[in-house]
């Protein structure tokens, strides 16, 4: 199991929340998504290392910015 936590820009409620914690919740080996709206830190918990690229093109999906 991998922990990492991202930054994420451009949220500002928990539909935001729930759009950025399913898109990433969607990327193959990824088993947990924690969002903490205030801080916009967004720790998430695969089987393995996550490919930053892949991470990132789905937090912009959900519209959002990876910092
Ligand atoms: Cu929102």
Request: aromatic share 2%; net charge negative.
């Amino acid at each position: 199991m991998t922990t990492t936590t991202y930054s994420v820009a451009g949220m500002t409620c928990g539909h935001c929340v729930a759009s950025v914690s399913e898109e990433i919740g969607e990327l193959a080996g990824v088993t947990d998504v924690t969002v903490v709206l205030e801080t916009g830190a967004v720790t998430v918990t695969s089987e393995a290392p996550l490919d930053d690229a892949a991470v990132r093109a789905a937090v912009v999906e959900a519209g959002y910015e990876l910092l």
